[in-house]
């Protein structure tokens, strides 16, 4: 698998910094695309990896999958996580917690009670 990081964010915690990266998205042996994470605690690395169809799926999923892992933190919860000074940590939703896209209406629009 590919450990070339491919983009990295720094948050703010405690006055300091906290690394996260994703590595590049490649694809495995099973035919899955993989996207490699991992998060920079100050008492330890924590790193994973998420699957999808193609790279996109897998960095998304695995950006979900980080930001889940830090709204989960005791820092985030206690308000010493932050993003520019800010709360919102500027990450994909998971699924579960809001929608990501807005569906588009059908061609010729949403059937209504009439039709």
Known sequence: MNETAFV??????????????FMTPAKAPGGEFQCR??????????????????GIQALTLAMQAVHDRLLDSEAY???????WGQGDLDLPPSWTTGPLYQIPPPPGGWPTDND
């Open 8 to 21: 990295e964010r720094c948050f703010d915690l405690n006055g300091g910094e906290l690394v996260v990266r």
């Open 37 to 54: 994470w991992s998060i920079g605690w100050p008492d330890g690395e924590v790193s994973h990896r998420a699957c999808g169809e193609d």
């Open 77 to 83: 919860k206690a308000g010493r996580l932050t993003l």
